[in-house]
């Protein structure tokens, strides 16, 4: 049973980003004073008098049929009001009810759910304020004066939707899922994934480049577990970012790189590895995240003998420091091989977080002094002491040494590859720390 939603719906520029973020207690949501800024659902977790819930924060919902992005910014407004548990319309205190208020609210009291309703930007919070009396008219109860930008009447809100959430299941804190991070440059199917594993337009598709501007959360749950996939906006060049929209959008990747314990690097086969792939890679490794490569549009690749193995040769010869990260050829358009991911998934997570036993790390690294000498420095010789397990995801180790300055890098990637050849650890880079024995 996973937690319940809560879902933030209303007209473009309102402010339910802003509202968002306070609940969430981050700055999750992409603010800036543009309609249509958020486009897809952003979800983020919150807790209040002790019961957990997931916030949805969704695009502006506006009624224009000509365009198609509006369109699509409706229709993720109608999924996230359909898994709602309550409803959160944010309306302008300043601007009074619109007609598009009206229209808005209409098809809420359709969907018969709770529905609290938030006048937003009501700074002058503490006054008598006869202009709220006009939103009575939408039909929805007793409007919630606040001002998301000062913080003021937001817990009242709160306390309004713990008293809407529907009775708490036992399971309904499981925190067992795996969180993965789909990665990668603008329009090489990121979104195309997560759709066609969910089996709904969770998310906008477009072939428009950077469509995806924030990192967004979608649940999900087969017989091999449960799981958080987090769609990111593509990475571009720096050169290419100009607006400040798309420069939150490369600060959104990287979070969402941070709290996911797997990254999916998708890679268009067509274009190959490309400098902004090598970009992106980075980030992961230098992370410690687990990390599978995903060959998307595998089905429209020209093949012929050994055509595979040579394009895995080529993915590794330019991201060589990604050596021990799986590859997977897919097509997220036809779902060729896509259900290969979760166990790949599974196995690179549990590898992130492998741990092992000092007796047997010290026993494999006596192994692999004997097969190869430690180096000498102007007469000196490298002395490891012993090994320890300082931390998991990634696996990172801490060697004691007579000195570091003679633990070269060739040695310490020696050790990694004896480390590597014992326990696997596929998918995960793998960190060791030198430290220099006192005494």
Known sequence: MSKPMVAIVGRPNVGKSTFFNYIIGKRISIVEDTPGVTRDRVYGEANWRGRNFTLID???????????????????????????DVIIFVTDAKQGVTSQDNEIALMLRKSNKPIILVCNKADNYGKEAPEIYEFYNLGLGDPYRVSSVNAIGIGDVLDAIYDKLPPKQEDEDDTSEIKVAVIGKPNVGKSSLINKILGENRLIVSNQAGT?????????????????????????????????????????????????????????????????????????????????????KWDEYEKQNGTLEKYK??????????????????????GQRVDKLFELINSVASQNALRVSTAVLNQVLAEAIAVVQPPTDKGRRLKLYYMTQASTKPPTFVVFVNDKKLFHFSYERYLVNQLRKEFGLVGTPIRIISREKIG
């Open 212 to 296: 995806t501007r924030d990192a967004i959360d979608s649940n999900f749950e087969n017989e091999h577990g449960k799981y958080v996939f987090i769609d990111t906006a593509g990475l571009r060049r720096h050169s290419k970012v100009d607006e400040k929209i798309e420069k939150y959008s490369v600060i959104r990747t990287s979070l969402a790189i941070e709290r996911a314990d797997v990254c999916i690097l998708m890679i268009d086969a067509n274009q190959g590895v490309t400098e902004q792939d090598t970009k992106i890679a980075g980030e992961a490794h230098e992370a410690g995240k687990g990390i599978i490569i995903a060959v998307n």
């Open 58 to 84: 969704t695009g502006g919902i506006e009624f224009d049929e000509s365009d198609d992005i509006t369109v699509q910014m409706k229709e993720q407004a109608d999924i996230a009001i359909s898994m709602a």
């Open 313 to 334: 040769k080529a993915v590794y010869e330019k991201l060589s420091y990604l050596s021990y990260a799986p590859i997977l050829f897919i097509s997220a358009k036809t």
